[in-house]
């Protein structure tokens, strides 16, 4: 089984910084890429950045020169720095891996449950 957890969401002012990370733990051989999506409350999911496993990054225009996603290989981790956060970046935050659980197998996409990043004075 494959696990995908969040951690590091929480409060903070607008302009503040926080960094999320996210973990992949359990039965996998290789993971191709990982990313962050957000939900915020009645809207649609949205991507936010990706990376591949050969380091390509990826990002959605509102957060471009504000956020950074790095990945330590080594851990099956990645990470999301957030900067000069605004009001409208309030959201769940989800990371998602595409994964391969053996040689050989197709990849698999997994979620974590996602963790509440709120922006406000």
């Known amino acids: 089984q494959v696990q995908v957890a969040e951690s590091g969401g929480g409060l903070v002012h607008p302009g503040g910084s926080l960094r999320l990370s996210c973990a992949a733990s359990?039965?996998?051989?290789?993971?191709?890429?990982m990313g962050w999506y957000r939900q915020a409350p009645g809207k649609q999911r949205e991507l936010v950045a990706t990376i591949t496993s050969g380091g390509t990054t990826n990002y959605a225009d509102s957060v471009k020169g504000r956020f950074t996603i790095s990945s330590d290989n080594a851990k099956d981790t990645v990470y999301l720095q957030m900067n000069s956060l605004k009001p409208e970046d309030t959201a769940v935050y989800y990371c998602?891996?595409?994964?391969?659980?053996?040689?050989?197998?197709?990849?698999?996409?997994?979620w974590g449950k996602g963790t509440l990043v709120t922006v406000s004075s």
């Open positions: 998602n891996a595409d994964l391969r659980e053996a040689w050989g197998t197709f990849g698999k996409n997994y």
């Open positions: 359990g039965s996998i051989f290789a993971i191709d890429a």
